[in-house]
Structure formats: C-alpha cells, structure tokens
C-alpha cells in the first residue's frame, strides 16, 4: 500500500487546486477570525455598543482575539466551517479521477483497488493534517499579533491543550472529508458530490434539528447527537468557551467529548466502509 | 519507428502457452443488453491478436473484462494466468482502454513517474519510453496542452512503462496521423516480436491486417471467426478469360481438375488454384491455343471478409 500511499502524495503535492483550496481557507482563518474581527473591536461603529450588556464595549470582546484564547476560538469558529473545506478536499481527491477518468488508469497498473483506494485515503488525511496544523498555525500567529498590536501579555494554552485540539479538530475534518470522498465515490463525480455534501453541512442538519426544536428540545436533541454536525459542535465545546465580561455562556453540550469522538470515529469508519464497498464492486465505466 | 514499409509478421508455428484465455464471458447490463455473449477466446504467448469488430460489437467491454475494470455476469477469464484485475495479472499487462487518461495538470514526464511509482519500476524507464513514443521534446508540458496523438503516445508510453509480458491495446492508432499511425503500428510490430503478447483491438481493418498473426472477429457480442488473416481469406481464386471458351475450359479441367473450374460465362472461369501455378497455366493455355485475354488472382480483403462476417461496414 505504500507505493499507492506515495502515488497519491505525488499527486495531490502537485495538484494546484488542493493548494487554492488549502490557502484560501487559511486566509479566511486569518481574515475573518482575526483581522476583520480586530478591526471591528478596535474602532467599532457607532452605536454599535447598544444591546451589549451593560457596562461593556466591543473592545471587551478582543479578549477571545488573545493567544490565551486560541484553542477555544480556532474550535468554536472553525469546528464545522473549516469541515466544508475539507469536504471539497474529499471530493477533488476522489471525483475528480472519475472526471478525468484516470480511475481506469488507477486500478490498471499493478494493485488492486482497495489497495489504491487505501492509498489514496492516507494521502487525503495528510492533506487535512496540514489543513488543521496550517489553521492552528495561522491563528496561532494572528493572536500573538493582536496581543502585540494591543501590548497586552497573554500567553498560550499548554502544549497538551493544543495537541488535543488539533487531535479534535483532525477527527471533525477528517469526517467531512471522507464523507465528501464517498459521496464523490457513490457519484462518481465533483459536482454533485460538493453540491449535496455543501447541502448537509450548510443546511440539512442544522435546519432540520433548528425546526424540529419547536416540537420538543429535549426529543430532538436525544436524536440529534446521533448527526456529525451535532458531535463536531460536541468535541469543539469540549475545549470550553471564552469568557466574555458581561456575556452569559452558552449551556453544556448534550453529549460530551467521548461520545463525539465514538460517533465522530464511527461515520469515518462508516463512509470508509462505503466507499471500500463501492470501489470494490462496482464496475468502472469512465 | 518511421519505416512505413511494414508488413505483418508471420503468424507463430508453434503456438505458446494460453495468456489470455476466456469460458463463456457474458456481460449483460440491465436484463436486455447483452454486450458480450459467452465469449470463448484464447491468445497465445507471441502472438500479435487482433480485436475486429463494429462499433458497440463488444470489443471494449470485453477489454475491461480482461482488465478487471468491469466484473463479468457470467462465465470467467484469466489473464496471464491469474484473474483479471488481481495484483498477479495487472503487473505483467501495460493497457490503454478507449482515450488514454492522465492528470490534467501533471507534465507527460510526470504522469509517468508517477505511474512509475505505482508499479515499482524505475525511473530510468520513464525517458526510456518517452523517448520511444519520441515524445521526450514535450515531456515536461502539462498534459492538457497535448494533442490527440500525443496523448494517446504517452498512453503507449504509459502501457510499455512496466514491460508488461502482454499489451493491451484498445484503438491505440485513435486520433493518430498518418505519420503517427504508421510509426504506432511499427512499433506495435516490434513489440510483437518475441515472447510478447500483444492483443489490439481495432476498427481499422488495414491496420490489423499488417500488425496481426491472428485475428478475431466478434459481432454482437459473439466471436463469429477466428484464424490467421489467410485462414479468414480462404483460397485465393485466379480468373481467366480465353477464347475459344470450350477449348479453355478443357484445358483448364485437365489441369487442375473440375472441382476447382468454374465457369462464368462470357468466357470466363474462375479457379481455385494455388497462386504460384499462374504462369504455368497460362502457358499451357497458349500452347493449347486459347487467345488469353485475362488473367488475374482475386484475394478477398480482410475488409471484404469483416463486411461479410459482420454485415456491417463498422467502422470504416
């Protein structure tokens, strides 16, 4: 399998679309989670401070801005967003073979197809590797920035603190993108995978359980820890929450870590399993 | 590889053993459509196959078959010696399936290092091949600057990367011109010689009349003939026309008996001779005092065999 693990890195290190996808998601790390952020705390509009609880302003806020914070920010900002990016990484690196129809190429030259679709697989993961260690990274320098702008000394959470959050935020990317890998395998294509995976990341889930929660909160939320988004919100809430002066805290989650990790592991072994399943039976036609 | 002069080499005395062998092969999609129809076909070691059939005949699917691309509905099929699509098969076959596919956005050099990986060859193969196909001047621009014929050079180079014990080639002259046909179908010749294999299938008869020592021709599915391109002809016919008619045609009973005359009418006969009794033939006609005013040997085209076979004229 190493040689396919070695094929798949080859292609996807020269594949420029991996690498706009990869640094835009970055720059929006960087824009929206700290810059444009910075900039609206620092000179907010006026009468922006109505409706804030008494006694603060927006510049209040730039605490969540501050190394201190990083781990809590990056999770809480990032935890389901940043999983689209990783989605379309699932489904460039499998729908686009289809496309191209190199799949006929792929599983013609000297291994079998699961062997190859393995080896694709552990290539992807190293992509989201480098997606969740960049986005740390990133915000990781935009703190310490603003902490150097404002010359206020904040320090970084422990360095165990961070592992865990990068192991957390690997596990939540690592969903999506393996589910965008098997909806671009059942497909056998990029458009309508990203299309319907962009669907059930933006809208499906979160509208279905935000209408339902009108019927009865406590029924839809024993069903909704059973759904991805439900658990990658569980495992970010793990990491707590800023404190923000004033602001009253969001309530628990409904499950803890553990259980997010088990459903979250669970549909990774599950998408896994289909797409094995697939490549395995299916005819290939491209 | 710019020799034009070619001709195909001579069919294998001996036959080898069998590298491709298939029992019953049947592809059915849906319940109605039936691709391929318990398919029986056998190719020998060194052997140079040729795959004759129209458009939707079956060539492909049974292509994909033998590649493990597609899983057949019946029957089954081994591809040297192991079945198809397994590690066991796939190392000793280079193929090129319809259009060759890469990476859009890889250099030709680098979709071959990269299949190069993939099969545990070394690196040096890739020049190697990309100087063979002659594509090293353009080896380093990204494939989607290619043209057709380029591309489907890099899929030969790509097939031969390994130096597979069997070619698989599916239309490989497609998109090609005529420059690109000839130095593909020279090269698929050299290739043939020796101990490899080289099955190819393809619509353009003339191709695979100078390429192949053996030919199958399949329609709807089914092979309908099977034999060397002289085996497919039959006997050649030789034509005569003499006056006087009576007198020509007892010389001609005499000399290669009543069974192989028959008469046309309008003075003509036509014979089933070997072609090298020509000159003697017409000499005893003269002697005999017929006025020959024709003669002439008839050999069936491969084109007119694959029309007959096939009632179709396919892809010409």
Redesign the interface.
Known sequence: MYAAFRGELFKVVRRPGIWVLVGLFLGLAILIGYAITYLIYTFPPAGSNQGLPPGTTLSDFKVALYPENVVKQTLSQWGVLGGVFALIVGVLVQGSEYGWGTIKTLYTQRYGRLTMLFGKIAAMFVVVLVIVIGLFAVDAASSWIVALLDGKTSSFPAADVFLKAIGAALLIFSFWAVFGFGLATVFRQSALAIGLGLAYALVIELLIFGLLAGLGGGIVKSIQQWFPIANSSYLSAAFGQVRLRGVQGQPAPYADATHAVVMLLLYVIAFTTLSAWLTRTRDVTS | MIDTSVRRPPAASLRGDKVVETHGLSKVYGKTITAVDRLDLAVYRGEVYGFLGPNGAGKTTTI?ML?????PTSGSASVMGAAP???AS??K?G?I?E????????SGH?NL???A????VPMTRVDETLQLVELTPRAKHKFSTYSLGMKQRLGIA?ALL?EPDLLILDEPTNGLDPQGMADVRNLIIELGKGQRTVLISSHLLSEVELMCTRVGVIKKGKIVAEGTIDELRGAATLTVRGTPADLAQTVLVRDVGPENVTALGDGSFSLKVDAQRTAEINQHLVQAGVAVTELHMDERSLEDIFMELTGTEGGL
């Open positions: 994909r590649l493990g691309l597609i899983n699509g397994t590690p796939l190392i076959v193929a399936v259009t060759p596919a890469f990476y859009p956005y890889m680098d290092r990269l299949l990986i993939y099969c545990g790509a390994k």
